[in-house]
């Protein structure tokens, strides 16, 4: 755990320059558009500890697994967010000597995240061997006004030499991914342009053959006014840049500033790559730095509108809320709806930026309520895109008549994750995408998703179902075997009984789902039924198993049972495990840790978050009491789960404390991890923390309703949420609830157990002394 970021409400502050916590902030600090982002690495020269890190949403590579013993039904890859041309790079060069905070003396260091205004800034004070010192403040930015182009403004000046600067913007696309199992790059070129200002590369990704076109646009200036410069081409292997050499006085500040775009063949003709490049470059640099960097600061304002959480009484908290929320639309803005939101999302490479079951368990409902319906409807469109691979994928693994397995882990919906126990047998993700159908039309009441696209999804899940179950002659019911749970440190187990309460909700859901849709567009209906070839006696079998599924269960604790033999397992508590032998995944072998009771993140519990309404209070709080405490919580998807239950049963400090272990998870440290990349799905997590654990927002008939209370150490917290086109903004104080509706929309909203009819424009305050 680290505790260097300075607390402010809406930046992100790092005072003075430690090359150990380097990499760690160059995951905190990174940027992103959702369509390409990039860690906060340093513009000039840096031989210091880094992870070089630009990435284009999309773009992957399928690189070769290193399993050693293969198993039929493996996927052939592991699919990778490519390590990008870096477009950031400014060579810095005064008179002989390299500008290099790894060599220099630093002092003033200071480096700013304004997610205010969504731009980075570093400001510091180098002294060379030499003794010559420079001033430095860069500024950049990936628009999100302008999804393509990203901008820096480098700014420096020599405090006590007169000499000579030597400049050298340029990208370099000779990039390699850390992570590579063959040491291999990735990219080929396939074109380069140096003219005057500008300069472009365009490379091919090897395999896959996507291309993507890097440009940069460079203009200087001296003292504020604009410098005619002389340039020499660079250009080796992969990198093409510009330099050349400013006289300089003591106190003059030379600016450069560097336009950039990046395009990729997701969205333009190869052969129109280049021009089209130059034509984004040409726009941007015709509004200019301080146009582009207003309309992102315009752009994150709306943002803001939106999605703003503020916390009164605690800038820790404060700020934390916000880098969460920032980070997640950095990461994905929902235009595109073959995107997705890679556990890291730009700003490491772990994960291989691919899409997983996160998404849809966690990601989703802070997307619904913080982002314009089209946002996850995207994300939802995303797997019926890729139904027909989840259907090749199943019968890969033996399943057939249109039984579809969604991957585990995925860029083009081919399964690319290569551990058995995961691959094979995680398949409660199959089940998370149909929660998240049924989570946006319970949140939008947007049915005629299911017609459109979500009743093909549900239906070719639920046969999965249908075709993994078994019937088993000596307990007379259907049994799932073979199955690892959310719960990663079980594998291979019978009865998950959260997956077993999946699987059967799936098809109870698709039965749920079909008849909606006969009901309201028959044609669309029958034609899915044909397109399918969907026999109606399929409805009968899955009726059959929804009545005859086993659920493992311990009569006398009153607890379902995580899987079957749960309980033969020798029982112990987290609390009297030595720290030194924590976190366990670190400590343990992966034989003992199998063979242990201790859970790995939210399993019986995530199963009783989706469905609580189907379990009364004390349900809920026996298998709380008994499974918390077991619990590790070393994935950081495990404590927003526990905090949201926790609230729901009414105790606030455990909220409160499972809460703190999510929010501030990055920004602090917690695991030791950050310097990998920041984990940008369960940020989401947190979100949900305070929304629908603090605040107890549910959506029940289609209404909303609160259920809050306020942490102790707050003075109050207000969000803003859309609700089926009306604009709320809810603040939660000590004496009470305020909703004010900021839209035309009227609508009945639930305080605690009491409905209150709240017009366009109106605004409803309920006491505490009110609410029972
Ligand atoms: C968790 C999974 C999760 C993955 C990516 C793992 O550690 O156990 O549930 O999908 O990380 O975030």
Redesign the pocket.
């Known amino acids: 755990m680290k505790n260097y970021i300075k607390a402010d409400e809406w930046n992100i502050i790092e005072e003075g320059f430690d090359p150990h916590l380097n990499k760690i902030s160059e995951s905190i600090f990174s940027l992103g558009n959702g369509r390409m982002g990039q860690r906060a690495n340093f513009e000039e020269t840096y031989t210091g500890e880094t992870l070089l890190g630009n990435y284009v949403a999309g773009v992957y590579y399928p690189d070769k697994t290193r399993v050693g013993w293969w198993k039929n039904g493996y996927p052939e890859y592991f699919a990778k967010v490519l390590n990008a041309a870096n477009w950031v790079g400014i060579g810095v060069k005064i008179d002989d000597e390299v500008l290099d905070l790894a060599t220099a003396a630093v002092s003033d260091f200071k480096r700013v995240l304004n997610m205010h205004e969504g731009y980075l800034e570093r400001t510091f004070t180098a002294k060379l061997k030499s003794g010559k010192t420079v001033k430095v403040k860069a500024t950049r930015f990936c628009s999100i006004a302008d999804d393509e182009v990203g901008a820096i403004r480098y700014s420096i000046t020599p405090l006590n030499f007169e000499g000579t600067l030597t400049l050298t913007p340029f990208i370099d696309g000779d990039v390699k991914n850390q992570d590579s199992n063959y040491d291999e790059k990735f990219w080929d070129q396939v074109t380069d342009q140096i003219s005057g200002a500008e300069a472009y590369i365009q490379l091919r990704t090897k395999k896959t053959e996507f291309e993507v076109c890097t440009g940069s646009h460079i203009q200087v200036y001296q003292n504020g006014q604009p410098l005619a410069i002389d340039t020499t081409e660079v250009r080796k292997e992969k990198f093409v840049g510009q330099t050349f050499a400013v006289a300089v006085k003591t106190n003059e500040e030379v600016t450069l500033i560097k336009i950039a775009a990046n395009l990729s063949s997701e969205n333009y003709p190869k052969d129109a790559l280049l021009k089209e490049t130059q034509s984004v470059i040409a726009s941007a640099v015709a509004k200019g730095f301080d146009t582009l960097l207003q309309e992102q600061a315009a752009a994150w304002a709306t943002k803001w509108e939106e999605s703003d959480i503020v916390i009164e009484g605690d800038v820790a908290a404060q700020q934390a809320i916000r880098f969460n929320i920032f980070q997640l639309f950095q990461t994905y803005t929902g235009k595109d709806d073959r995107l997705n939101i890679g ?1 890291k999302g730009f700003t490491g490479e772990k ?1 291989g930026g691919s899409t ?3 998404t849809e368990a966690y990601c989703v409902p802070f997307y619904l309520a913080t982002a314009p319906q089209e946002v996850s409807k995207n994300l939802l469109v995303y797997r019926h895109k890729q139904l027909d691979k989840a259907i090749e994928n199943a019968a890969k693994l033996g399943f057939k008549d249109g039984a579809a397995l969604y991957p585990m882990v995925t860029m083009n919906g081919e399964e690319c994750h290569n551990e058995w126990e995961i691959t094979f047998e995680e398949i409660h993700r199959n089940g998370a995408i149909a929660f998240a159908i049924y989570n946006y039309i319970r949140y939008t009441g947007d049915e005629s998703y299911l017609a459109d696209y979500g009743l093909e999804v549900l239906i070719s899940i639920a046969r999965f179902w249908k075709q993994r179950v078994n019937w088993s002659n000596e307990k007379q019911q259907y049994v799932m075997l073979g199955v690892t749970g ?1 719960n ?1 440190y079980e594998n291979n187990v019978n009865n998950n009984w959260y997956t077993n309460l999946l699987a059967t909700w799936c098809m109870k859901y698709a039965t749920e789902a079909a008849e909606i849709v006969q009901k309201q567009q028959p044609e669309k209906y029958n034609s899915l039924v044909k397109s399918l070839s969907f026999d109606q006696k399929e409805f009968a079998d899955w009726a059959d198993i929804i009545e005859k599924m086993y659920y493992p269960e311990d009569k006398a604790q009153g607890i379902f049972l995580q899987q079957d033999g749960y309980l033969d397992k020798e029982q112990i508590l987290v609390k009297d495990l030595p720290a030194s032998e924590r976190p366990i995944n670190q400590k343990w072998s992966w034989d003992r840790i199998l063979r242990s009771c201790f859970i ?2 939210a399993d019986v519990l995530q199963g009783l978050y989706f469905f609580e309404e189907d379990y009364d209070l004390e349900t809920i709080r026996r298998n709380f009491d008994f499974y918390e405490p077991r619990t590790v919580h070393e ?3 495990s404590p927003c789960v526990h905090s949201i239950l926790a609230a729901k049963l009414n105790d606030e400090a455990r909220a409160y404390e499972f809460y703190l272990r999510t929010a501030r998870l990055d920004l602090d440290d917690y695991n030791n991890d950050t310097e990998d990349g920041l984990h940008i ?1 369960s940020m989401a997590g947190t979100w949900m923390s305070v929304v629908e654990g603090f605040a107890g927002m549910r959506v029940r008939n289609g209404k909303l309703q609160f259920n809050p209370f306020l942490p102790g150490k707050w003075k109050s917290f207000s969000f803003t949420i859309g609700f089926r086109g009306a604009t709320l903004k809810i603040n939660i104080a000590e004496n009470g609830i305020n909703i004010k509706n900021n839209s035309t929309v009227g609508l009945e909203i639930g305080i605690r157990n009491q409905f209150y009819q709240l017009d366009g424009n109106a605004e409803i305050e309920v006491n505490n002394a009110a609410l029972v």
């Open positions: 556990p994960y997983y079951w996160d959310p990663e790995k993140q994935s950081s998807l799905t």
